[in-house]
């Protein structure tokens, strides 16, 4: 199966500021990449798919990028309702995989 | 809006089945073109894909536990279900149910899990 490693384990950043968190794939995943938030306590939230594409409902500040296996997921002015927890997932093969997460904590 | 709930037992020995059912409201569950998923998350750590159905009642599970799942579908009911035999402490986790709205892998929806802890 597909191994998504995501860096860094926590990131402390500031509000208004912007968060860059990575996703590595152990081989390429094409574009089939997926972001969701989590909030303690609550299910993940659909951020982005096809690498690049925010979900319903997402404000503009998320961006996703990348292809193969670097993917990149950028909050370009950090919100005080942004601070969770990001997994990266793959569904270019079955079983699809999550990464470990990355926790974006206040700084 | 759709509208995705567990419901099941929240304690299970160890050895016996692990039973959960998803009920889903906001639409029926035989419309559109979409599978219908279980994920599992032990405290603190990430999430795993366990496997889903389809509303013809086509499945597909995670090699990793396909011995000891299976996940059926009642659509009279607007449910879909997961059963997990033989289970240890390892299979202590919050199940979260999900839909799959490109039936590529790309879940959109999701209950908003229920805790089912292994234990004597």
């Known amino acids: 199966e597909i191994v998504m490693t995501q860096s860094p384990a926590t990131l402390s950043v500031s509000p208004g500021e912007r968060a860059t968190l990575s996703c590595r794939a152990s081989?390429?995943?094409?574009?089939?990449l997926a972001w969701y938030q989590q909030k303690p306590g609550q299910a993940p939230r659909l951020l982005i798919y096809g690498a690049s594409t925010r979900a319903t409902g997402i404000p503009a500040r998320f961006s996703g990028s990348g292809s193969g296996t670097e993917f990149t997921l950028t909050i370009s002015s950090l919100q005080s309702e942004d601070f969770a927890v990001y997994y990266c997932q793959q569904y270019n093969n079955w079983p699809i995989t999550f990464g470990q997460g990355t926790r974006l904590e206040i700084k | 809006q759709v509208q995705l709930q567990e419901s099941g037992p929240g304690l299970v020995k160890p050895s016996q089945t692990l039973s959960l059912t998803c009920t889903v409201s906001?639409?029926?569950?035989?419309?559109?073109?979409?599978?219908w998923t279980w994920f599992r998350q032990p405290a603190g750590k990430g999430l795993e894909w366990i496997g889903r159905?389809?509303?013809?009642?086509?499945?597909n599970y995670n090699p990793s536990l396909k011995s000891r799942v299976t996940i059926s579908v009642d659509t009279s009911k607007n449910q879909f279900s997961l059963k997990l035999n033989s289970v240890t402490a390892a299979d202590t986790a919050v199940y979260y149910c999900a839909r799959d709205c490109s039936s590529q892998g790309i879940f959109d929806y999701w209950g908003q899990g229920t805790l089912v802890t292994v234990s004597s």
């Open positions: 081989q390429s995943v094409s574009s089939n």
């Open positions: 159905i389809y509303t013809s009642g086509s499945t």
């Open positions: 906001g639409g029926s569950i035989s419309s559109g073109n979409y599978y």
